[in-house]
């Protein structure tokens, strides 16, 4: 399977969002001095899960798998990473974002129906 590499450009920036909303939740959950920690662990955490767990000869990877794992764990991953910013938007107090981003994230998903085919069936 080839990916359309404007497909992987916008999925880029779908990742780059969803992981900073990471740290928006970070900061603005917790009106304390953790917040400084927060707004940095939490993105840092999100991105390892992202970057370590991996299906072996992902198109939208290098093909390489530091860990691999199922498709359909790697779906469950970036479904709970894409979706799990948006609701830490809603979370953080802004709705309006985490709308837009679920909006947007929807979108992408429906589009790249053959990619979660394909992680379904490796």
Same mark, same amino acid.
């Given at each position: 399977m080839s990916l359309n590499p404007a497909m992987l450009a916008i999925r880029f920036l779908l990742e780059l969002i969803a992981i900073a909303s990471f740290g928006v939740y970070g900061w603005r959950a917790f009106d /304390?001095?953790?917040?400084? !920690? !927060? #707004? #940095? !662990?939490l993105p840092l955490i999100a991105a390892a899960?992202?970057?370590? !767990?991996? #299906?072996?000869?992902?198109? /939208?990877?290098s093909g390489e798998a530091p860990v691999s794992v199922p498709g359909a764990v790697r779906l469950v991953i970036e479904l709970a990473i894409f979706f799990g910013g948006a609701a830490l938007l809603w979370a953080a107090g802004l709705p309006k974002w985490a709308l837009i981003s679920v909006a947007v994230l929807v979108l992408y998903q429906a589009l790249a129906y053959d990619r979660i085919a394909w992680l379904v069936k490796a």
């Amino acid at each position: 399977m080839s990916l359309n590499p404007a497909m992987l450009a916008i999925r880029f920036l779908l990742e780059l969002i969803a992981i900073a909303s990471f740290g928006v939740y970070g900061w603005r959950a917790f009106d /304390s001095p953790w917040k400084f !920690l !927060l #707004v #940095v !662990l939490l993105p840092l955490i999100a991105a390892a899960l992202w970057g370590t !767990l991996a #299906v072996p000869g992902d198109p /939208s990877r290098s093909g390489e798998a530091p860990v691999s794992v199922p498709g359909a764990v790697r779906l469950v991953i970036e479904l709970a990473i894409f979706f799990g910013g948006a609701a830490l938007l809603w979370a953080a107090g802004l709705p309006k974002w985490a709308l837009i981003s679920v909006a947007v994230l929807v979108l992408y998903q429906a589009l790249a129906y053959d990619r979660i085919a394909w992680l379904v069936k490796a």
